[in-house]
């Protein structure tokens, strides 16, 4: 399974994969979709271009200073230029974004539109407005009996003297929908906080009826109080319902098939295989990208099962997945709208001990273990290796020809020269073949020509510059050792001259 990020789940893409960019995709995609939902600003239309046509309100961002700039007059960008010079030509064309100024704007602004379609927060709250699109809070909370707020819809108090079952102002788009009654006492209207923000005793509404905090800004879409560093005003309802979601339902599910739908999507389930065997039929992906499933491993007596519809994939294999043999497990099923559809099954935890079939959790080996071979369960690190080289098996490579360079993957092998005649081996300089300082190379003389070993330009053997040093016979051997970039020991039989 390939890295991820701590926080957000990014793949950590290895490009050597082929393809790689529909992963590559899908981290946008996921980083888009987080900026949405926390750093929110109108109009943006991305990089500033030359000979693009610019309409009052956009938004674009200089790649040189990494500003981002709003649009004040409609007009044609220059065909060359840098945008910083446009703006220096035009200077009343531009204006640079503040996230700081717009919050306040969207807070506490009594100058009516904040932007070409929403007010302010303090706007909707207390009313100073003649008439916003949907009402004021104020209003939906004081409006005398039997005058509307709008066409159709009345205020709490109206609903609180009627003695009826009053109205509940619903989150979803401060539309007031009066139909959908609760019984509510007479006194009083409990209005949810993203509609209007009163209190038991009929209406109270508090500190400019909207509470905003130092950093936040209470928004006007449904008068839900969010952060004012995360989103606009005019989001604010769909983004706190985005914020509120979690898991539709949690189920048990036991012994038997279960076929999932997509109406199920965002439902948890615990596996409990105590019964007997538990297979869950996915749906089809078809068109519903992003579909979610949960599941968690409580009991795992018998197997498990997660069956793909049709053509689909998951994690790129024709195949079902029945990896979750752990009790602990819990893994996520999320559904891709590629070309094949693909379920992406993302393991959340693991707490089962890693063997040889299934992942977990693995405790490190000791040196005796590397050496020894003895533990089945243990994870060896480049220091276990490092410790217990001389028990491990050596590589041998084999040169017959007249001349050999070494290479970089001989460092810790075992060269050997077989050859009727002279066989020359080469150390090439540091600059041509970066071996580590501390790499040790065994060469041994196996055929009836005597092989010599000479440093390259600039290597020094045994102290001796380009230095050679011949075998004195057949099977004789050397051993040598990079103490420094160009630098070199040779020990064995053998005599290095000039």
Do not use: C
């Amino acid at each position: 399974m390939a890295d991820r990020t701590p926080n957000y789940n990014l793949e950590l893409i290895d490009f050597n994969k082929i393809p790689w960019h529909t992963n590559e995709h899908d981290n946008w995609r996921s980083i888009d979709a987080i900026f949405a939902n926390f750093i929110l600003i109108n109009e943006m239309q991305g990089v500033w271009q030359n000979a693009i046509g610019v309409t009052v309100g956009q938004r674009y961002v200089d790649p040189e200073g990494g500003t981002i700039w709003t649009a004040l007059v409609a007009h044609t960008t220059t065909s060359i230029g840098l945008f910083a010079a446009t703006r220096v030509d035009n200077p009343t064309y531009w204006e640079l974004f503040s996230d700081v100024a717009l919050a306040e704007s969207w807070a506490s602004s009594l100058a009516g539109l904040v932007n070409s379609s929403d007010y302010s927060s303090k706007a909707y709250a207390i009313g100073t407005v003649t008439q916003l699109p949907d009402g004021s809070a104020k209003r939906w909370a004081i409006e005398v009996e039997d005058t509307e707020v709008i066409s159709g819809s009345y205020s709490a108090l109206h609903h609180a003297t009627k003695a009826a079952a009053s109205a509940v102002l619903t989150a979803a788009d401060l539309a007031a929908t009066n139909q959908d009654t609760i019984d509510t006492a007479a006194d009083l209207v409990e209005t949810a906080a993203d509609v209007v923000l009163t209190n038991a005793d009929v209406v109270l509404t508090h500190a400019d009826e909207v509470l905003t905090r130092a950093d936040t800004v209470a928004t006007a879409a449904d008068k839900v109080a969010t952060n004012a560093d995360v989103v606009t005003a005019a989001n604010s309802a769909s983004v706190a319902t985005a914020a509120a979601q979690g898991w539709g339902a949690v189920t048990t599910l036991t012994t038997g098939t279960t076929n999932l739908e997509v109406a199920d999507a965002r439902d948890y389930y615990i596996l409990n295989a105590t019964g007997g065997t538990i297979t869950i039929n996915l749906p089809a992906i078809g068109d519903s990208d992003g579909l979610l499933f949960g599941f968690q491993v409580s009991n795992v007596d018998n197997p498990i099962s997660i069956v793909r519809d049709g053509t689909d994939r998951i994690n790129g294999n024709a195949a079902n997945y029945s990896g979750l043999t752990a009790v602990g497990q819990v893994i996520h099923f999320i559904g891709d709208n590629a070309s094949p559809d693909n379920w992406l099954a993302t393991i959340i935890s693991q707490n089962a001990t890693a063997t040889a079939t299934s992942e977990g959790v693995v405790e490190l080996a000791t040196d005796a273990e590397t050496l020894t071979g003895s533990a089945t369960n243990r994870a060896v690190t480049p220091a276990n290796v490092k410790a217990t080289y001389s028990g491990i098996s050596r590589t041998l490579n084999a040169q017959t020809g007249t001349t050999y360079t070494l290479a970089l993957a001989d460092a810790g092998k075992i060269v050997t020269s077989s050859n009727a005649g002279t066989q020359v081996i080469t150390i090439p300089p540091h600059g041509t073949i970066p071996f580590p300082t501390g790499t040790q190379i065994d060469i041994y003389n196996l055929g009836a020509g005597i092989a010599s070993i000479t440093g390259g330009t600039g290597v020094t053997l045994n102290g001796v510059s380009t230095g050679t040093g011949a075998m004195n016979a057949q099977y004789a051997a050397v051993t040598i050792f990079k103490i420094a970039d160009n630098t070199w020991l040779m020990t064995g039989a053998h005599a290095v001259v000039a």
